[in-house]
């Protein structure tokens, strides 16, 4: 008997990945479909209470034009981390996509597809912003991007750090889409186009881990959940803390911001209040995440 013909054997989330490659197909560019001249820079860009520094007196006390301009500081520089991310991401896919059974490298070639049109969604926005570039492309943390290029493929630890990296930002999408009044309407409708296709990301990440996770014992649980603490705190640091450059960027007086916001009570219930589904979910499928 001949070796089974592997584009041709069906993984156990086979038929989700099917089911998502059918949502997947009537894709438009989401370049296209942003009403890029509604920007405008006399609204905020995220809704006040997600800034980093929201219910510190002394950024209480700054006039609204620096508040303002924080919030799309940190907006942008979410979306900056969004592209480095979605960046190690599609070059896994690109790989993957051209081996393995053929429901998941078509489903892996939909998320290409989308993740490469939310990079460039981002750009053009970058594109039309007159902020300045050098407190957006401070580095990003280089021991995740070590792993995203390293880390096997089909790992279980792979697929879970792929999950929070999808999952962390996308709390704060769903934020800003259920806070949307006053926002300025362009950065709503790239939280709106980016939430909707990684909600399909999310729900093929969660299918793949959870069967990565069926034949694990006790101990490779546990040994998953310690390591998911740090990828956690990595990702919540890369998403929710900008570094103090980019406070001097945004014309703060000086002040030593970043610190404060690390340990500002409000800040980190803003967080844990956020990540709260992420964490349960994680909790569900057996794994001792001791976080926050």
């Keep these: 008997m001949?070796?089974?013909d592997l584009l041709k054997t069906s993984p156990p989330f086979a038929d989700r990945a099917a089911q998502l490659s059918r949502h997947s197909t009537p894709y438009r560019d989401p370049v296209v479909r942003i009403h890029w001249e509604r920007l405008s820079e006399q609204a905020f860009w995220l809704p006040e209470q997600a800034v980093s520094l929201y219910g510190i007196e002394e950024y209480?006390?700054?006039?609204?034009?620096v508040r303002r301009t924080l919030s799309h500081y940190e907006f942008a520089r979410f979306l900056s981390a969004g592209a480095?991310?979605?960046s190690l991401f599609l070059q896994r896919l690109a790989r993957a996509a051209l081996k393995g059974?053929?429901?998941?490298?078509?489903?892996?070639l939909h998320e290409l597809r989308e993740e490469a049109g939310h990079s460039l969604m981002f750009l053009e926005f970058f594109e039309r912003t007159d902020l300045k570039e050098a407190a957006l492309d401070a580095p990003f943390d280089p021991w995740l991007t070590m792993l995203g290029?390293?880390?096997p493929f089909h790992s279980t630890l792979f697929w879970s750090a792929i999950?929070?990296?999808e999952e962390i930002p996308d709390r704060l999408n769903r934020y800003v889409r259920l806070h949307a009044q006053g926002l300025c309407p362009v950065a709503v409708e790239l939280c709106a186009l980016h939430s909707t296709d990684?909600?399909?990301h999310i729900a093929y990440g969660r299918e793949v881990l959870g069967h990565r996770l069926e034949r694990a014992g006790r101990v490779t649980r546990l040994v998953l959940g310690r390591a998911l603490d740090?990828?956690?705190?990595?990702?919540?640091?890369t998403f929710y803390y900008p570094p103090q450059s980019l406070y001097v960027h945004a014309g703060l007086p000086p002040a030593p911001w970043a610190a404060r916001a690390a340990v500002h009570p409000a800040r980190r219930q803003f967080v844990a209040h956020a990540l709260g589904p992420t964490i349960a979910r994680l909790r569900g499928l057996g794994l001792t995440v001791s976080w926050p």
């Design 2 to 4: 001949g070796k089974p």
């Design 60 to 65: 209480d006390a700054l006039p609204l034009e």
């Design 84 to 86: 480095w991310l979605e």
């Design 101 to 108: 059974p053929r429901a998941t490298r078509i489903y892996h």
């Design 149 to 151: 290029r390293r880390l």
């Design 163 to 165: 999950l929070l990296g």
């Design 198 to 200: 990684e909600a399909r």
């Design 230 to 237: 740090m990828l956690l705190h990595r990702f919540v640091t």
